[in-house]
């Protein structure tokens, strides 16, 4: 049975009328689960009885389970347990402009990016529109604050679960859903071409942000396997387009390992590729992980990396650095969760 979290307004609008119902019921029930939050259907008490049980027929009203949480002060890592016992990870974070989530999308993931601690793990299964949405309702309820912005950076690649992201995005950012709207939301991808051009006429406004990693087919071939299916050509082919069209500035996302991507060569490769794209660049600092051999590059090297793309005129920024004493790090409180049992 769905649970009633996965239901965009429109689809509830469609049930009703299905069901010979009034179509503004679909705002009366977002308004008992985005704004009082976590009810029954029992405490819907301008929906009639009759109705309350066809709801109870159809759907589900299931929260999360909280398994772990990890903190400090300005990082807060929730592991959930899913209701078939699979577990996803949010990573929380407080900034001066507000508070942000970090949201998985899938349990593991199957673009197996050599780097990365949730490409260890095969795609189990895609997540559901609500097991998105409560990561957020979840964590708001935690820590009693409102979530304002949220990015789809944790584990899996949201764009190889289009259908249920794109859910997701539509509740979050209904008026009478959480309300998040499209500016404060970010998607990143490892750069699924097709899905690219999908988004670009979702008419939606929500920033996208592309997993680069390396500015030649040569370098990404070795730590991204999707280049081998998509190559960089194509995905800045895409992604100009995809600026044609919504007129939105992208993010690259340019993780620096020690000796692979960091060279002086690859910086004015870089440059070269993404000059005069309305785009700018996010230079991460790699979170070494116990499982994976590859080290994150020097203090002096990410500063070199980065004053070469100032000198080409690339705007290019350095990511805060939140994670690394709480795992923050993309599937790494759930493996040492895994790890430990
Ligand atoms: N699958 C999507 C979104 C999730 S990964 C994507 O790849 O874009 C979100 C970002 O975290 C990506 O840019 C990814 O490359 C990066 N990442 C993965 N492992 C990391 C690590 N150990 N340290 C720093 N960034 C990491
Ligand atoms: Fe998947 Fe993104 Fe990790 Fe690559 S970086 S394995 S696409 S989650």
Not at 244 to 262: A, P, Q, S
Not at 293 to 307: D, L, P, T, V
Request: proline share 2%; hydrophobic share 35%.
């Amino acid at each position: 049975m769905k649970n009633i979290y996965s239901m965009k307004k429109d689809d509830l609008e469609e049930y009703f009328i299905n069901n010979n119902e009034k179509k503004y019921k679909a705002i009366q029930i977002y308004e008992w689960l985005y704004r009082k939050k976590f009810c029954s259907f029992d405490d819907m008490t301008n929906i009639s009885k009759n109705l309350r049980e066809k709801l109870k027929e159809d759907f589900t009203i299931q929260k999360l389970k909280i398994l772990k949480i990890e903190e400090d002060s300005l990082v807060k890592k929730y592991l959930f347990e899913l209701q078939d016992g699979n577990m996803v990870e949010s990573v929380v974070m407080y900034h001066d402009y507000g508070i942000s989530i970090c949201i998985s999308s899938q349990i593991g993931c199957n673009m197996g990016c050599a780097f990365c601690e949730s490409g260890r793990l095969k795609k189990v299964r895609n997540l559901t529109p609500d097991e998105m949405v409560l990561q957020i309702m979840m964590v708001e309820e935690n820590i009693k604050q409102r979530i304002s912005h949220v990015v789809i950076m944790g584990i899996g690649e949201p764009f190889d679960n289009y259908d249920n992201f794109m859910d997701f995005i539509r509740i979050i950012n209904d008026p009478y859903g959480l309300a998040i709207g499209s500016r404060h939301i970010t998607v990143s991808t490892s750069g699924i071409v097709p899905k690219i051009y999908e988004f670009m006429n979702e008419n939606i406004g929500v920033n996208l942000a592309i997993s680069l990693h390396a500015p030649t087919d040569e370098i990404r071939n070795k730590i991204m396997k999707v280049n081998k299916v998509y190559s960089i050509g194509e995905i800045i082919k895409a992604v100009k387009e995809y600026i044609l069209k919504t007129n939105r500035r992208v993010t690259f996302e340019y993780i620096l390992l020690d000796n692979i991507n960091d060279s002086e060569k690859c910086a004015k490769d870089l440059a070269k590729l993404i000059k005069g794209i309305n785009a700018y660049v996010n230079l991460i600092p790699y979170n070494e992980t116990n499982n994976i051999g590859y080290k994150r590059s020097s203090k002096n090297k990410i500063m070199e990396f980065y004053n070469i793309l100032k000198q080409n005129n690339i705007n290019v920024t350095i990511r805060k650095e939140f994670g690394s004493r709480v795992s923050a790090a993309c599937g790494q409180l759930r493996s040492k969760f895994e790890g430990g049992k």
